[in-house]
């Protein structure tokens, strides 16, 4: 089962987030903070080694982040949570995997890839939209493929669909959502969903 976020401002803004008159400036400050939420809550169990500090008064134990951490947004909705996740944790390295569904057949096609060095890091594979499954599968494979063992998948909608194929495919890699919605029409968008995220994000 995925983990929901079930704070009470993240029921808040994923409701102005769905309202179909929300305008892209308003929806992506409401993107960045859902984002936040959700890395805050997939990042609770990170490794942490203990360090000396010096505080002005004393020498005292403090802890630090013991591992690296990644972030690999599926582009182009993706891109849209990279940021708050930066700003929280400076040191974070970026991948991108661009994917793109085609509008019949609604399959994934890769069209690029970058990756920093994944070997021992923690990766946070991150898109909105977490559909079909068939984007954050192929996305998982590839992160796979180049080295990275320690993964979480962060959504801020998913349908049922999406959640089987995740945990049918990769059933180590625990998934983060702000909302686990109804189901899939016809042309597997999400129901009630918010209509085509990258879309809505990017004004197009
Ligand atoms: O679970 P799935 O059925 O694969 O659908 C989800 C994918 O669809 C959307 O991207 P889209 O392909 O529309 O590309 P975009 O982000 O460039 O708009 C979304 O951002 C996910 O990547
Ligand atoms: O509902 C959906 C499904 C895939 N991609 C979107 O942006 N929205
Ligand atoms: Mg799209």
Redesign the pocket.
């Known amino acids: 089962m995925p983990h929901l976020i079930k704070h009470p401002l993240a029921l808040h803004v994923i409701t102005r987030l769905r309202e179909k008159t929300t305008k892209p400036a308003e929806f992506r400050s409401l993107c960045h903070h859902l984002s936040m939420l959700l890395a805050l809550e997939a990042t609770r169990d990170l490794a942490m080694r203990e360090v000396a500090v010096n505080t002005p008064l004393e020498a005292c134990i403090g802890h630090e982040l013991a591992r690296p951490l990644v972030v690999v947004p599926?582009?182009?909705?993706?891109?849209g949570m990279v940021e708050p996740i930066v700003a929280m944790f400076p040191d974070v390295s970026v991948g991108y995997i661009?994917?793109?569904?085609?509008h019949e057949t609604?399959?994934?096609r890769n069209y690029y890839c970058k990756m920093p060095p994944l070997a021992g890091t923690r990766v946070m594979v991150v898109?909105?939209?977490?559909?079909?499954?068939?984007?954050?599968?192929?996305?998982i494979d590839v992160v796979k493929q180049k080295g990275g063992g320690e993964i979480c998948m962060l959504n801020v909608v998913a349908?049922p669909?999406?959640v089987k194929?995740i945990e049918d495919a990769h059933p180590d890699v625990p998934i983060y959502t702000c909302a686990l919605d109804r189901a899939?029409n016809d042309k597997?968008y999400?129901l009630p969903g918010l209509g085509?995220?990258?879309?809505r994000?990017?004004g197009?």
Request: a negative charge.
């Open positions: 599926i582009l182009r909705a993706g891109l661009g994917l793109e569904r085609d609604a399959m994934a898109d909105p939209m977490l559909a079909t499954g068939g984007s954050a599968v192929q996305a349908a669909e999406g194929a899939l597997k999400i085509d995220f990258g879309d994000l990017y197009t």
